[in-house]
């Protein structure tokens, strides 16, 4: 397939090997700086490809999807998620788009487990835990966002708490702790912490190498080009395939 790279840094240079490592084509990139081999585009359906890879930043793809596009769509970038997915909802009329905070099918799993453990573990305290590199920018990852939706799903009536540090009582029992942590070269860590009457559970992800973000968007991109308008994710796209 003939592939637009939206955003051309680490993790579609990364894609870009891979792609080209699986027969696959570059059609080209559009990226604020150009600094690939590959011709520059400004709008999604220019590059006449086969589907499109986006992982970059709400700065560069909100301007694209405030545009109609026809191109099948694989989005990645999780800053503004509430505005990229609303906008791409909108968009799936017209196109197949597909959209997770997390290419790894490992977190989708993550994320299924810790739906189910919340249903069996209702008077045990949750802890959500994650660590990236130090040149991470947003905290908390769009992956935690995730997991935490999905425990505000199950507990309605609790709300996160990113910061004791100014409090000085204990922990509500209606509290979901999140925290963030930065340092060297984590590619990701993702922990649901469930605390109880002297026993813990942990349900952990940790990714060993970006090549797993990258793949997932490559089969995400894969299937997506034969499937009809609309819009995807880790829970509906295989289904049929």
Do not use: C
């Not at 589907?51 to 545009?67: M, Q, R």
């Amino acid at each position: 397939m003939k592939v637009l790279l939206i955003g051309y840094g680490a993790m579609n240079q990364i894609t870009e090997r891979l792609l080209l490592e699986s027969g696959h084509e570059i059609a080209g990139v559009v990226a604020r700086t150009n600094n690939s081999a590959y011709p520059a585009y400004e709008s999604i359906d220019e590059a006449g490809a086969d589907v499109a890879i986006d992982f970059s930043n709400p700065e560069l793809l909100l301007p694209l999807i405030n545009e109609d596009f026809k191109t099948p769509l694989v989005v990645a970038t999780t800053g503004e998620k509430e505005t990229i997915v609303e906008k791409l909802k909108s968009r799936s009329q017209s196109a197949p788009v597909f959209f997770s905070a997390n290419m790894s099918y490992g977190v989708h799993v993550l994320n299924n487990l810790l739906a189910s453990a919340l249903e069996q573990l209702e008077d045990f305290d949750l802890e959500l835990i994650e660590a990236h590199h130090n040149k991470k920018v947003d905290a908390p990852s769009g992956t935690l966002v995730k997991l935490l939706d999905t425990a505000l799903e199950h507990r309605s009536d609790s709300h996160a708490v990113y910061d004791r540090s100014d409090v000085y009582q204990k922990r509500d029992a209606k509290e979901i702790g999140v925290s963030a942590i930065r340092g060297g070269t984590i590619v990701g860590d993702h922990t649901a912490l469930f605390a109880g009457l002297d026993e813990v559970i942990e349900i952990r992800h940790r990714a060993q190498s970006k090549e797993i973000f990258a793949n997932g968007a490559i089969k995400s991109a894969e299937v997506l080009q034969h499937k009809a308008n609309g819009f995807y994710d880790y829970n509906n796209l295989f289904k049929g395939e």
